[in-house]
């Protein structure tokens, strides 16, 4: 997003549905019931809406499913797939449609059911042609040895990792949406089960059902709407890689990149930022995009997370509605980054609600850390 685009759009809604189990239910049920729930939130109906913006984990055609199950002929639509990132980088394409004329209100949305069709933490993708004759347990593998190879560049500790978990769980227990929300401690963390050396189970997402959506307008009608609007500041994609294999360095994303010209974009920098709603697969993301977003420097991010830093209370607010490890995680997590940064900036957060919140930083991943995409958001104080 280039700086001209600075604020045009705004975030009018956002919904959710099927958190944890929804038992009954297909993936595109939850992602109707969360696109119903988001048009209710900004007081409109599936009629207005005339730009649709979506990916699922199933189907080739997801969008065009998505429309006809909706009942929906939209003006515009974009299913681009870059996993779990790709709802954060609808907010750019939404955002350029929108001031193009070429949709008045944009729809972001998501469903899926993963935990009640399959319960497993596996990829939707095909082996990697030239990885799978080893057999990996994808995507915990990939991230696994991201995880190993921080450990070894900057002396990174498990205990540092799983200080990670503990404090998203500790968001979470103050969430009542959020499927996981009992006590959680460091050694709980170290002790379970391991997946993916150095991975434990706790340090992995979890595995749930739900769907989230987004509703966009032009900020020159933002201001219509029941709810305060959000505004889209900046946001900037970047790719390195498809398959880990092909990482040139498993200590370094390209979130540095998107991150610097999203920043660029929104006129802003970390320091002004005062929530921070990451993409948590595992641990070693948090970690990871920590530093290469420039909260702090490479192979600090161990002894940034230590110690409670980033659990309430801490210097710096980060996945406050427990994440993808606590709150919710059904295949793909970005949109959650999205609708958290936004109702910490209206004031509405389901848990703890931090106080004045002007401007989140949304960020979301996709792949084996392979797309990395930035969003700034800011509070009609931001303009």
């Known amino acids: 997003m280039t700086t001209e685009l600075r604020g045009k759009s705004a975030i009018v809604g956002t919904g959710h549905a099927g958190f944890g189990e929804a038992h009954g239910l297909t993936a595109y049920d939850v992602m109707a019931q969360s696109a119903l729930a988001a048009l209710g939130d900004a007081g409109l109906k599936l009629s207005d809406v005339d730009g649709l913006f979506c990916t699922m984990m199933e189907d080739s055609m997801p969008a065009l499913m998505a429309a006809e199950y909706l009942g929906i002929q939209p003006r515009f639509i974009d299913g681009t797939m870059s996993g779990g990132s790709s709802?954060?980088?609808?907010?750019?394409?939404?955002?350029?449609?929108?001031?193009a004329g070429?949709?008045?209100v944009a729809l972001i949305?998501?469903?899926?059911?993963?935990?009640?069709?399959?319960?497993?933490?596996?990829?939707?993708?095909?082996?990697?042609?030239?990885?799978?004759?080893?057999?990996?347990?994808?995507?915990?593998?990939?991230?696994?040895?991201a995880a190993a190879r921080h450990m070894h560049e900057y002396g990174t500790t498990r205990e540092q990792l799983a200080d990670v978990a503990v404090a998203a769980r500790a968001w979470a227990q103050r969430n009542p949406e959020a499927f996981e929300r009992g006590p959680l401690t460091r050694e709980d963390v170290l002790g379970a089960r391991m997946v993916g050396d150095p991975l434990t189970v706790r340090d992995c997402c979890l595995v749930t059902d739900g769907g989230g959506a987004i509703v966009m307008v032009r900020a020159n009608r933002a201001r219509d709407f029941p709810k305060a609007p959000v505004y889209v500041l900046g946001s900037a994609a970047a790719s390195s890689h498809r398959?880990?294999?092909?990482?040139?360095?498993?200590?370094?994303?390209?979130a540095r990149d998107s991150g610097a010209r999203a920043f660029a974009a929104a006129g802003v920098t970390p320091a002004d930022i005062q929530a921070v709603e990451l993409y948590d697969a595992f641990t070693i993301n948090t970690i990871l995009f920590l530093e290469d977003l420039g909260f702090c420097a490479k192979g600090e991010g161990g002894a940034f997370v230590e110690g409670g830093r980033i659990a309430p209370g801490g210097v710096l607010p980060v996945n406050t509605n427990g994440g993808?490890?606590?709150?919710?995680?059904?295949?793909?997590?970005g949109i959650f980054t999205v609708i958290e940064a936004a109702r910490q900036i209206r004031g509405d957060a389901p848990g703890i609600q931090l106080k004045d919140i002007d401007l989140a930083l949304a960020h979301g991943n996709g792949g084996v850390l392979s797309s990395q995409v930035t969003a700034i958001l800011g509070s009609q104080n931001t303009l």
């Not at 993808?324 to 295949?331: A, E, F």
């Open 87 to 99: 709802f954060v980088n609808y907010l750019t394409s939404a955002t350029t449609a929108l001031d």
């Open 102 to 104: 070429l949709c008045d």
């Open 109 to 145: 949305v998501y469903g899926s059911n993963q935990r009640t069709a399959s319960g497993r933490l596996v990829t939707a993708s095909r082996p990697p042609a030239y990885e799978a004759p080893y057999n990996p347990r994808y995507p915990i593998s990939a991230y696994a040895m």
């Open 243 to 254: 398959q880990i294999s092909q990482m040139k360095d498993f200590t370094v994303t390209a």
């Open 324 to 333: 993808g490890l606590s709150c919710v995680h059904p295949g793909m997590y």
